[in-house]
């Protein structure tokens, strides 16, 4: 008979440090096909229990070894609103096979700009006033049924924001999602990868304040089980992260 046991998993990302471990709703499933009764060890394969917590990081963080200025090409336009445009990669992972995808160009980050009235894009280099590079990191543990970690990893949410266009406006700019210090035990596999879902504007149309909503998917899989986690998150050009529901 397939088992199944659902949840919605949302994590909450506030710019308030945190040292309280958070336990993570999941869903699993058992794989079609599998058999428990073949010598497997169902309470190695099957996970029990996950957890999040923010941890603190250093000065150097992920940006400092993969910054190296931003390029003039900003990345494929991938969204579009009325005073709002999305540029980067809509689409980017950020594990594969168990280990960090590492983007060392600048135009894969999701920059939201302003757009003019006849559509052209605006010059980065025409905007201003953005603030120093934010981030907040946190780690990730996967227990299997003896309580043991069988997948670990910390992800790095950071963003740049407040750009103006003529002295107007909030923008972001070098919004990304990074793994790194991934362990994945033997038997099992793991993925990640994240998601720009939607832009808004939370100002007025003279002067827009940019919104971006990022999902982040997970996928685990042992012999035995499939587990699957999404997160979502808002970052605003005031430089805000808010949980989504």
């Given at each position: 008979?397939?088992?199944?046991?659902?949840?919605?998993?949302?994590?909450?990302?506030?710019?308030?440090?945190?040292?309280?471990?958070?336990?993570?709703?999941?869903?699993?499933?058992?794989?079609?096909?599998?058999?428990?009764?073949?010598?497997?060890?169902?309470?190695?394969?099957?996970?029990?229990?996950?957890?999040?917590?923010?941890?603190?990081?250093?000065?150097?963080?992920?940006?400092?070894?993969?910054?190296?200025?931003?390029?003039?090409?900003?990345?494929?336009?991938?969204?579009?609103?009325?005073?709002?445009?999305?540029?980067?990669?809509?689409?980017?992972?950020?594990?594969?096979?168990?280990?960090p995808v590492i983007h060392t160009s600048m135009g894969?980050?999701?920059?939201v700009l302003p757009k003019t009235l006849d559509g052209?894009?605006?010059?980065?280099?025409?905007?201003?006033?953005?603030?120093?590079?934010?981030?907040?990191?946190?780690?990730?543990?996967?227990?299997?049924?003896?309580?043991?970690?069988?997948?670990?990893?910390?992800?790095?949410?950071?963003?740049?924001?407040?750009?103006?266009?003529?002295?107007?406006?909030?923008?972001?700019?070098?919004?990304?999602?990074?793994?790194?210090?991934?362990?994945?035990?033997?038997?099992?596999?793991?993925?990640?990868?994240?998601?720009?879902?939607?832009?808004?504007?939370?100002?007025?149309?003279?002067?827009?304040?940019?919104?971006?909503?990022?999902?982040?998917?997970?996928?685990?899989?042992?012999?035995?089980?499939?587990?699957?986690?999404?997160?979502?998150?808002?970052?605003?050009?005031?430089?805000?992260?808010?949980?989504?529901?």
């Amino acid at each position: 008979m397939k088992k199944i046991i659902t949840a919605t998993l949302l994590i909450i990302l506030t710019l308030s440090a945190s040292a309280e471990v958070t336990n993570l709703p999941f869903s699993q499933t058992k794989i079609d096909g599998s058999d428990d009764s073949k010598g497997y060890d169902v309470d190695y394969h099957t996970i029990s229990e996950i957890t999040v917590e923010e941890i603190e990081i250093g000065d150097e963080l992920v940006w400092a070894s993969q910054y190296k200025g931003f390029d003039k090409n900003l990345g494929e336009i991938i969204l579009v609103i009325d005073k709002l445009i999305a540029l980067g990669k809509k689409i980017w992972p950020i594990i594969e096979a168990g280990k960090p995808v590492i983007h060392t160009s600048m135009g894969d980050p999701i920059s939201v700009l302003p757009k003019t009235l006849d559509g052209e894009l605006i010059e980065f280099y025409d905007m201003h006033s953005w603030s120093m590079p934010m981030a907040k990191t946190y780690r990730v543990d996967f227990k299997n049924g003896f309580r043991s970690s069988v997948i670990s990893f910390d992800y790095t949410v950071y963003f740049q924001h407040g750009g103006q266009y003529e002295d107007k406006g909030a923008y972001i700019t070098g919004l990304n999602v990074q793994a790194s210090n991934v362990s994945v035990s033997w038997g099992f596999e793991f993925s990640a990868r994240s998601e720009l879902v939607s832009i808004v504007n939370h100002g007025s149309n003279d002067s827009p304040i940019a919104g971006a909503a990022i999902r982040v998917d997970y996928t685990a899989k042992s012999i035995l089980r499939e587990i699957q986690t999404a997160e979502s998150f808002h970052v605003t050009g005031k430089g805000q992260i808010k949980k989504l529901y």
